[in-house]
């Protein structure tokens, strides 16, 4: 069973695309998150969710939207893509919103922009 | 604001050599402090946590330290495995913050 899980896992596309990667978890958490991992491994959170309610709103720009129609999922959709949105995004979850509680994450989604 | 530095790297190591990470922070207050480890193709996953001073966090081998009065939680496995190679980050969360902040993340290969 997997616990967070992402789609897709790879994703090419070129520029001024629009493009959505979803996200699933079935560990019942309240809090959903979306990170950006660049190509020097630096992870950095983007959104949060806690319930459908934003939380976190990085400072990211408005070309990326994110969308939680329950607790269980939250989707990324990216307008315009950008040669600087390739990345790896990872959604996690965690129980309960706070920094201090274990967060679950998924498998990545590998976006390439050409 | 609060953040974390670790050590550079890529560390490369013989298996059964000892394997430690720096880590140190700077925040307010008494944040909870992490390594997360993310193996090749995965997502990260938690390794070990403290929430408090002198703390100690342990698993799979690897233990850490939440030591206050240096701002630092240092990694490290008396004696690593092949399958220990992996990326490791040190994260911190403030109090009562939702946020988890990340290190630069620590690459490290064990060669047989």
């Known amino acids: 069973d997997t616990a967070v899980s992402q789609t897709p896992k790879y994703l090419v596309t070129q520029m001024g695309n629009d493009k959505s990667i979803k996200c699933e978890q079935n560990?019942?958490?309240?809090?959903m998150y979306w990170y950006k991992q660049d190509s020097k491994k630096f992870l950095k959170i983007m959104f949060s969710?806690?319930?459908?309610?934003?939380?976190i709103n990085e400072t990211v720009p408005n070309r990326f939207s994110p969308k939680s129609p329950d607790k269980a999922h939250l989707n990324l959709h990216i307008n315009s893509l950008e040669l600087g949105d390739s990345a790896v995004y990872f959604c996690?979850?965690?129980?309960?919103?706070?920094?201090?509680?274990?967060?679950?994450f998924g498998p990545g989604t590998r976006l390439t922009v050409t | 604001g609060d953040s974390v530095t670790q050590m550079e790297g890529p560390v490369t190591l013989s298996e059964e050599a000892f394997l430690t990470i720096n880590c140190t922070y700077t925040?307010?207050?008494?944040?909870?402090l992490f390594w997360y480890v993310q193996y090749p193709g995965e997502g990260l996953q938690l390794l070990l946590k403290?929430?408090?001073?002198?703390d100690k966090g342990s698993n799979k081998g690897f233990e850490a330290t939440y030591r206050k009065e240096t701002t630092s939680f240092h990694l490290e496995k008396g004696s690593v495995q092949v399958s220990d190679s992996a990326v490791y980050f040190c994260?911190?969360?403030?109090?009562?913050?939702?946020?988890?902040?990340f290190g630069a993340g620590t690459t490290v290969t064990v060669r047989a």
């Open positions: 996690a979850s965690s129980p309960v919103a706070g920094g201090a509680y274990e967060q679950y």
């Open positions: 560990l019942g958490h309240d809090t």
């Open positions: 969710y806690n319930n459908k309610e934003l939380i």
């Open positions: 925040a307010t207050g008494y944040p909870s």
């Open positions: 403290a929430t408090k001073a002198d």
């Open positions: 994260a911190l969360s403030p109090p009562g913050d939702y946020k988890l902040s």
